[in-house]
């Protein structure tokens, strides 16, 4: 299989309701979109990068740069094609996950349709669907958020996660809980706080959360580690797991009880299955986080999340609670047990529309 051809496409995306976090506040989604042409075939990977460096350093121009300057090269100069050989290639240039697992994933769309099976099969995926549940932003009132709640749970959604910062925390986690006593809950910081909060996060304990996600800032096992060891509630990094490497010595220092895996952050499927691996070799469950991508990203979450660790509700949420419009028709639809359908066409199986990808785009360009 030789690659005649690859485009970007960055594209601008409003969400339905605005999302915030400890990061700040965010409208909607730069990303780009990688495709892979060859033999009459195409792939599409999604790089989860966003404009601004909030989450990580990448933003959607670094991986531009990177991608046409560095990695697209590989494929187009090199001639590689195989998604294990371009990954193996890509260890060379450091850093920039983001912009590296959106082209490993075009490649793997497009080797999934030329063998003519689903992204999960290829993958040695197990399950048919997925758990899934629904991350919920920080609102101007508790009140606001407790609607959203509210709505969410009947929409059929069978987990909550809630973005908590200084000041957003314990009360509201405290008022979702008394609402809902039952419910799978689950609360994300995104590296809000540091040691000298440990009282404050310790009062979680009290509401019987699945997880605390990335109470530190990412790069700090050794804090977390000293969390863990006084917090009952799990501690499920994020930001932290870069790669099978980071993984390893949390697991070692028992810096988490739990992983998130996303395959941009650690930079593509072939990182992200080894730190599935890590896990389940550790007796560590992992699920699947998102990063608001579209349906070609969230596509792409559900094959990956098909694998055997999986084991936790992922960040998987049905179109309509991000986008008014989907870039893939039909959209990605929650069933009413609460699980997302794995897609059963070749590749990632959904069907991006490109008259959609058109509209949204603020700049393309195509590499041959
Ligand atoms: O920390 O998990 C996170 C979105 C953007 C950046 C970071 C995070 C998130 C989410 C969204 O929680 C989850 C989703 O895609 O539904
Ligand atoms: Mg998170």
Same mark, same amino acid.
């Given at each position: 299989?030789k ?5 970007l496409?960055?594209l601008y995306?409003?969400?339905v309701?605005?999302f915030?976090t400890s990061?700040?506040?965010?409208e ?5 979109i990688v495709k ?5 075939l195409?792939?599409y990977?999604e790089?989860?990068?966003?404009e601004?460096p909030?989450y990580s350093?990448?933003t ?9 300057k560095?990695l ?8 590689i ?5 371009y990954?193996?290639?890509a260890?060379r240039f450091?850093?920039?996950p ?5 082209l490993? *994933?075009a490649?793997? !769309? #497009?080797?999934a349709?030329k063998a003519?099976? /689903?992204l999960?099969?290829m993958?040695g995926g197990t @399950?048919?669907a ?7 932003g920080i609102?101007d009132?508790i009140?606001?958020?407790?609607e959203r709640?509210?709505y969410f749970?009947g ?5 909550i996660?809630?973005?908590i910062?200084?000041?957003?925390d ?5 008022r979702?809980?008394?609402d809902h006593p039952e419910m799978l809950l689950?609360?994300d910081?995104n590296g ?8 404050g996060l310790?009062m *979680?304990?009290a509401f !019987? #959360? ?5 109470p530190? /800032?990412?790069?700090?096992?050794w804090?977390?580690? @000293? ?7 799990p501690?499920?990094l994020d930001?932290s ?10 697991l070692?220092?028992?810096?988490c ?7 941009g952050r650690v930079g ?7 730190v599935h691996?890590?896990?389940?070799r550790?007796?560590?469950p992992v699920?699947?986080g998102g990063?608001l991508?579209s349906?070609i990203?969230?596509?792409h ?5 098909s694998l055997?660790?999986?084991k936790?509700?992922?960040?998987l ?5 991000y986008?008014r419009?989907?870039?893939i ?6 069933e009413r047990?609460g699980?997302?359908k794995?897609?059963?066409e070749p590749?990632?199986g959904?069907h991006?529309?490109e008259?959609?990808?058109k509209?949204?785009?603020?700049r393309?360009e195509?590499?041959?």
């Open positions: 299989m690659i005649e051809r690859v485009e496409a960055l995306l409003p969400y309701h605005f915030e990061l700040g506040r965010e909607g989604r730069e990303f780009i892979a042409y060859s033999e009459g195409y792939g990977g790089v989860v990068a966003s601004a909030f350093y990448e959607t121009s670094t991986a531009w740069h990177v991608l046409s560095f697209i090269p590989l494929v187009l100069q090199q001639g094609s195989r998604p294990e050989d990954a193996w290639e260890r450091r850093g920039h983001m912009a590296k697992a959106g490993e *994933l490649l793997w !769309d #497009l080797q349709k003519g099976v /689903p999960a099969r993958y @399950r048919e997925i758990d899934v549940g629904v991350s919920l609102e009132s009140p606001e958020l407790l709640v509210e749970i929409e059929g959604y069978r987990r996660k809630l973005k910062k200084p000041g957003w314990v009360e509201v986690v405290k979702v809980r008394e689950q609360a910081a809000a706080y540091s040691l000298k909060d440990k009282g310790m *979680l304990d !019987d #959360l699945l997880l605390l996600e990335q530190f /800032p990412p790069y700090d096992l804090d977390h580690s @000293r969390l863990q060891k006084e917090m009952s509630t501690i499920c930001e797991i870069i790669g099978e490497d980071t993984a390893r010595q949390a070692e220092i028992g810096s009880r739990v992983i998130n895996i996303k395959v593509g499927f072939v990182e992200a299955r080894k691996d890590v896990c389940r550790a007796g560590i699920w699947c990063m991508e349906g990203g969230r596509a979450n559900l094959h990956i999340a055997p660790n999986f936790l509700p992922s960040d949420s049905a179109s309509k609670r986008y419009e989907d870039l028709d039909p959209p990605i639809e929650l047990d699980t997302i794995v897609p059963e590749g990632i959904v991006p529309v008259a959609r990808i509209r949204a785009t603020l393309e195509s590499f041959s």
